[in-house]
């Protein structure tokens, strides 16, 4: 089977701007007994039935790298001729998960090897009218692009010719498996009631509308659970119409699913969230709008929106209408299927449960790639998935999915040698310490997979990046200022003093010497030191490690502070006055070894102490990790800590572990409940809690065992 002799991208003329739809027809002709496969690409999504069956998910590539989906539509065929529209949905322009880029859809099926059917200058295409199109239908916020509106009354266009896009072929197979797409996840219809709408609210956008409308409630019930067979009654008295709240009893990700009858025809609003703090889901948070909007057709409806993959676990819907029956409202979940996943007990079911829950973070933040959240933003950056990767390593002992990621990091080097903040996306600006924990990100992988080749192919990056910052060490300290260019922030972690500021670029008399991205390039140096030192080039991996002894040496004598015996954060480049102390810079520098001696156990017992600002869930791995440089003395500080934050959060019910342990309320009540990188307890147990052959060391009575 030789591909992409035939297939052409395709378009419709005249639909090419920003958030656009478009069905393209194709007829597939099979025989009794014949293999079907198809190959399909698209910019930005797909999605189709064949069969019952729903095929959908592009990956999310680069326009100069495009990725094909191999589909086996066999079984989802029968003999004769099947009748297939292909659904594309085009972004068109950039946000934290996507590049704008041109418009298109490939594809070419063939039949037991030979090609019978492929998009080119004779395949139909016609827009869809359903979808609200263009610039003008909400964001669910400014890293995930558009959410979407649907109207189901609007007949479908004519289908009519095509055009020719201009986008080269594609060069390279999905590098990871497809989502599985569950069934309507199972979920209790909690609450319903009444609404009304609020003053103005043609005025308002979808989210504004559901959060500012004034519910009426009716009835608490959880007794009644969805999916539901004969339909679940209700009524809107004299108010403007029924709202109802969904649980899926977790956080879940998954494709929007809608099932319900109504005798009218009725716009439905759709909210989205992780919680209740409002009483209802929050749907408007600033900018971000976490709604979308369904009009019914009178009648029963079915709707299964494939290109918007909503993290949640809470649903509101608003009917407009006087009467509704509920069959289903909820997700059908979008899991990505491992091969492998360990299973830790010990004899403390608390422990237990941090290990369970951490799991289920992770998941919920694996899709087509890593993502920080599934809800708020599903981008991939290095920082968070630095922390995913190294838990999966232990939990999941995958290394292919990893893989995948590290390359769509590498492909977003920039003519500034640094990486893009978000892959494969296009972003304003980028974090200088997220390139350079790049470099260890590359060296935890290659230690867990051995996978020489890859890692080989990437080093040109990975020295571009090292070469970048040994640039910019300061000629007379050995230093590493702070960026101080518009396009960078300075960001180590949300945290009092360390979150930086994306405001403009930095005044020369407010220039600093920064500890944490001393020590962040010093560990990736060292990384990358090892790395060519496996690849066999060892006067390179001399080189680097040179580079990191003496950026060590800087980092040690000039932020050192004796006074109160840990290191301080900067030091301003033009007076050399010393400030700010924090758990994280001081985690830091023992983690790259610049802190020897006495300095080291200064610096662990400020560490184990209350002293210092304290570090975020996000980085309390490198706390822990300089910790157990003495874990004969803080080994049960660490795990109590652990025991103390993350015991916390399931206190307060969470099925999955959040961005920061103020929860739903940080950063202006957009705080997300489910942030990969916060899984981190897995690397602690696995590390420091038994040994690699599962064998005990005291800490803790545990074990781990494989379920495939």
């Known amino acids: 089977m030789e591909l992409w002799k035939t297939g052409k991208w395709i378009w419709a003329e005249g639909y090419d701007s920003p958030n656009t739809y478009i069905d393209a027809a194709v007829t597939i002709p099979v025989r009794e007994g014949q293999k079907i496969v198809m190959a399909i690409s698209a910019d930005t999504n797909y ?200 649980d899926t009893g977790r956080e879940n990700a998954g494709l929007l699913s809608l099932d319900l009858d109504v005798e009218e025809d009725a716009e439905i609003l759709i909210g989205w969230g992780e919680h209740l703090d409002d009483l209802r889901v929050r749907t408007i948070i600033g900018g971000r709008n976490f709604a979308a909007s369904y009009h019914a057709r009178a009648g029963r409806n079915r709707f299964v929106h494939p290109f918007r993959r909503l993290g949640m676990r809470y649903l509101e819907v608003h009917v407009k209408a006087k009467s509704a029956r509920i069959h289903y409202a909820g997700i059908k979940t979008t899991d990505y299927p491992l091969a492998h996943e360990t299973e830790f007990t010990c004899a403390d079911s608390l422990h237990n449960a941090i290990y369970a829950v951490s799991k289920r973070t992770l998941r ?49 080097i920039r003519e500034d040698n640094m990486l893009e903040l978000c892959s494969p996306a296009r972003v304003s600006i980028t974090i200088p310490a997220f390139s350079a924990i790049f470099l260890t990100q590359v060296y935890e992988y290659l230690l867990f997979s051995g996978d020489r080749d890859f890692v080989g192919e990437i080093v040109p990056v990975l020295r571009r990046i090292a ?62 030191s090892m790395i060519l030192g496996n690849l066999g080039d060892r006067e390179a991996a001399e080189y680097y490690f040179e580079e990191h002894r003496t950026l060590n040496e800087a980092v040690d004598l000039w932020f050192w502070d004796e006074e109160r015996g840990v ?101 202006g009540n957009a705080g997300s409940l489910c942030h990969g990188w916060s899984a981190i307890p897995i690397v602690l147990y696995h590390r420091y809690a038994l040994t690699m052959d599962g064998s005990q060391t005291g800490l803790y009575e545990c074990r781990t065992r494989e379920r495939e």
């Not at 996840?185 to 609210?201: C, H, I, K, L, N």
């Not at 899709?367 to 190294?390: G, I, K």
């Not at 758990?583 to 006495?598: M, P, Q, R, S, V």
Request: glycine share 8%; net charge negative.
């Open 467 to 528: 070469d970048e910052f040994i640039r910019r060490r300061d000629a007379e300290n050995g230093l590493i200022p702070c960026f101080t260019e518009q396009k960078y922030w300075n960001f180590y972690e949300w945290q009092s003093g360390l979150d930086g500021s994306i405001a403009g670029s930095v005044r020369e008399e407010d220039v600093t010497f920064d500890a944490p991205l001393c020590a962040f390039v010093s560990f990736g140096l060292r990384a990358l």
């Open 364 to 412: 919920m933040c694996m899709h087509e790639h890593y993502e920080d959240c599934p809800w708020r933003e599903q981008a991939l950056y290095t920082m968070d998935s630095r922390n995913q990767m190294l838990c999966g390593y232990y939990a999941f002992r995958e290394t292919e999915f990893p893989k995948a990621s590290l390359r769509l990091m590498a492909q977003s």
């Open 47 to 246: 999605a189709f039935e064949a069969g019952g069956q729903l095929f959908f998910g592009q990956y999310a590539d680069y326009p100069f790298d495009k990725v094909y989906d191999l589909l086996d539509l066999t079984a989802s065929l029968t003999p004769g001729n099947n009748p297939v529209t292909i659904r594309v949905w085009h972004q068109g322009d950039d946000s934290s998960t996507a590049r704008g880029e041109a418009a298109g859809l490939i594809f070419e099926i063939f039949a037991d090897g030979v090609c019978v059917a492929a998009s080119g200058e004779d395949t139909l295409v016609r827009p869809v009218n359903g979808y609200a199109m263009g610039p003008g239908v909400e964001h669910v916020s400014g890293q995930l692009g558009y959410s979407f509106r649907f109207d189901a009354r609007i007949d479908e266009a004519e289908f009519g010719p095509c055009v020719i896009a201009d986008k080269s072929l594609p060069i390279r197979e999905r590098p990871i498996k497809k989502l599985i797409l569950g069934d309507d996840e199972p979920a209790v219809m909690t609450v319903s009631g009444t609404y009304t709408e609020a003053p103005d609210a043609e005025k308002l956008s979808l989210g504004q509308r559901m959060q500012f409308a004034a519910l009426r409630f009716g009835r608490h019930d959880l007794t009644r659970r969805l999916p539901n067979k004969d339909g679940i009654a209700l009524d809107a008295g004299e108010d403007d119409g029924i709202f109802f709240l969904v």
């Open 567 to 667: 290191y301080a954060t900067y030091i301003k480049r033009s007076t050399g006055e010393k400030f700010h102390y924090a758990e994280l810079t001081n985690a830091l520098i023992a983690y790259t070894d610049a802190a020897k001696g006495e300095r080291l156990n200064s610096v662990l017992v400020n560490l184990a102490g209350k002293g210092l600002l304290p570090v975020t869930l996000s980085h309390s791995i490198f706390k822990y990790e300089a910790l157990m440089k003495q874990k004969d003395r803080y080994a049960r500080t660490v795990f109590s800590d652990i025991a103390s934050l993350w015991g916390y959060m399931l206190h307060e019910n969470a099925t999955t572990f959040w961005e920061t342990i103020d929860g739903a309320r940080d950063f």
